[in-house]
């Protein structure tokens, strides 16, 4: 029988959307659900220790965010914002698809820019609106000015009134403390991996949890709801991953080098490797490229996760799909019980989405 959307719904009051990282990364909350007892408790990310042992692995997606929104002006003296998504070599070196606005007044031929920073000419627009872009940059790649101008490209629901103290606070925390900077591919944070700090990653170390590295180009379908009447409806949107050869071996049990559990850091790491693992029986003698299109919603089951590690997501998203399927794999009965776990992580006043608390299931 297929799934009700309206399964995966719920109210989350407005005052729990988290709207600034807590004060130290690992002060933020901890919510840990032991599907074996079936019970949950209450701590704080610096206890993530407690709960890990010698042998387990984290998988974590190392992508880094660009701080991708850039403003601009149309000739007409209109302001623009353009919010790189994608590279497009195919036609030549700074070209992007991005999301331009207002869209409507940018067809294809205009031209917007930055000083003398940058210009954009419009090249082609797909049919959900983005723009296939050709930046001329004087002064270095498109990137390179992202980086030197642009702003963090924010979910929707984080608000933000142009304080000019918010650029650097985002800039270091909507970012993980172990993101690659050579691979800013990613226009959202992988967020469950916001909460780790160099001093609990090196007590991990201490205590032989051991970490394999994904890259996954976390985009904006992150954040779209499901709008169809049922799960199965719904069009998931693709992101592209790479999962090197060494993560791969430690997903097999013939190849891996430790024998405790497959922590997945986030919903992006479950999807690369439940999407690498659809497609293969052993490790691959390269580095594995592709896209994700894998929809994981119950009664799945999961081969290559043991544990996650993730936020509390928003109503009717696929991540929270995902999640009650992780919660009891092979059956639906995940999704009332996450109903009733957020239920309660609502009335404790935890916070959610992008900046708020985490949860571990184990």
Request: aromatic share 8%.
């Amino acid at each position: 029988m297929p799934l009700s959307t309206d399964l995966f719904d719920y109210t989350l009051p407005p005052n729990l959307i988290a709207q600034t990282p807590a004060t130290r990364r690992d002060d933020s909350r901890l919510m840990v659900v032991n599907r074996n007892s079936r019970t949950v408790s209450h701590h704080i990310f610096a206890d993530l220790p407690q709960f890990l042992k010698s042998g387990d692995t984290l998988f974590r997606n190392n992508a880094a965010v660009l701080p991708a929104r850039l403003h601009a002006q149309r000739p007409t003296g209109g302001t623009v914002e353009c919010l790189l998504l994608r590279p497009d070599p195919a036609h030549g070196d700074n070209t992007w698809w991005c999301l331009i606005r207002p869209g409507k007044k940018l067809p294809v031929g205009a031209t917007f820019a930055h000083g003398d920073d940058f210009t954009g000419t419009v090249l082609a627009k797909d049919s959900e609106g983005a723009g296939l872009i050709r930046f001329t940059t004087p002064h270095g790649s498109i990137t390179a000015v992202a980086n030197r101008l642009g702003d963090v490209p924010l979910p929707p629901y984080i608000e933000r009134n142009g304080n000019p103290a918010d650029r650097p606070r985002d800039l270091e925390r909507y970012q993980t403390v172990y993101a690659d900077r050579a691979r800013q591919v990613a226009v959202a944070a992988p967020t469950a991996g916001l909460h780790f700090t160099p001093e609990l990653l090196a007590a991990l170390t201490a205590q032989g949890v051991a970490a394999s590295e994904i890259t996954l180009h976390v985009g904006l379908g992150t954040f779209k709801p499901i709008m169809s009447d049922t799960v199965e409806e719904h069009a998931i949107h693709r992101e592209i991953y790479e999962l090197p050869v060494a993560t791969q071996r430690e997903l097999f049990p013939a190849t891996r080098t430790t024998a405790g559990r497959r922590i997945a850091v986030g919903t992006t790491s479950v999807r690369s490797i439940e999407d690498f693992l659809s497609l293969h029986d052993t490790p691959a003698a390269h580095t594995h490229l592709a896209e994700a299109g894998i929809f994981i919603y119950p009664p799945r089951i999961f081969r290559g996760v043991d544990a996650l590690i993730t936020n509390f997501h928003q109503p009717r998203s696929t991540l929270l799909c995902l999640v009650s399927a992780f919660l009891t794999p092979g059956s639906t009965d995940g999704i009332a019980w996450l109903r009733e776990i957020y239920a309660d992580a609502i009335a404790r006043e935890y916070r959610f989405l992008s900046y708020g608390d985490a949860m571990l299931i184990e």
